[in-house]
Antibody
Framework: EVQLVESGGGLVEPGGSLRLSCVAS????????MSWVRQAPGKGLEWVAN????????YYVDSVKGRFTISRDNGKNSLYLQLNTLRGEDTAMYYC?????????????WGRGTLVTVSS | DVVMTQSPRSLPVTLGQPASISCRSS???????????LSWFQQRPGQSPRRLIY???NRDSGVPDRFSGSGSGTDFTLEISRVEAEDVGVYFC??????????FGGGTKVEIK
């Protein structure tokens, strides 16, 4: 069974930083793109970032470029998202999502999420 | 960026009756490999999203066969043949053909009349 377990969320002041983590199990982590998707309270879904299987390519939504960094450690089956210079509009539930495989396409498995609240 | 427009935003349905959700993209969604990367997700209250349909019409494992996806080009539809109480929630379409960014529709809230 595929499992994605996020951690690291919390309350942070504007301008602060957080590091989100996601531990994956139940599949060959190194064979999949991985992603972060967020959802502001009461709002829709917003893709945040993608990372290729070997970590050689990363992509971001414009609103987080230069502030967020996605990374992975295939030896630890772990995905990370470093959040810097946080703003109120970054307040959201952040989901770790299994990204892409040729057989099943995009976003077939989601974690339960970790909540990031940016407020003074 | 590809804009995904869903309608309606709210859909009250009688139990046992069909429901249909539309999703339109601002550009055609056929990728260079010939595949259309259009997916549908269900988010029940208080839960994470769950993918129901991928590549327009492929149902995910464990998804009841009352859910079906169709469409082509820029127009796509999710249909529920007979709505059950467990189908209450918000449904999102998403395109992964032209990215970055991958983009979602605004969501359709399905509720029971």
């Amino acid at each position: 069974e595929v499992q994605l377990v996020e951690s690291g969320g919390g309350l942070v002041e504007p301008g602060g930083s957080l590091r989100l983590s996601c531990v994956a199990s139940g599949f060959t982590f190194s064979s999949y793109w991985m992603s972060w998707v967020r959802q502001a309270p009461g709002k829709g879904l917003e893709w945040v970032a993608n990372i290729k299987e070997d970590g050689s390519e990363t992509y971001y939504v414009d609103s987080v470029k230069g502030r967020f960094t996605i990374s992975r450690d295939n030896g630890k089956n772990s995905l990370y998202l470093q959040l810097n210079t946080l703003r109120g509009e970054d307040t959201a539930m952040y989901y770790c999502v299994r990204g892409f495989s040729h057989s099943s396409g995009w976003f077939d498995s989601w974690g339960r999420g970790t909540l990031v609240t940016v407020s003074s | 960026d590809v804009v995904m427009t869903q309608s309606p935003r709210s859909l009250p349905v009688t139990l046992g009756q069909p429901a249909s959700i539309s999703c339109r993209s601002s550009q055609g969604l056929v990728f260079s490999d010939g595949i259309t990367y259009l997916s549908w997700f269900q988010q029940r209250p208080g839960q994470s999203p769950r993918r129901l349909i991928y590549k327009v019409s492929n149902r995910d494992s464990g998804v009841p066969d009352r859910f079906s996806g169709s469409g082509s080009g820029t127009d796509f539809t999710l249909e529920i043949s007979r709505v059950e109480a467990e189908d209450v929630g918000v449904y999102f379409c998403m395109q992964a053909t032209h990215w970055p960014p991958l983009t979602f529709g605004g969501g359709t809230k399905v509720e029971i009349k």
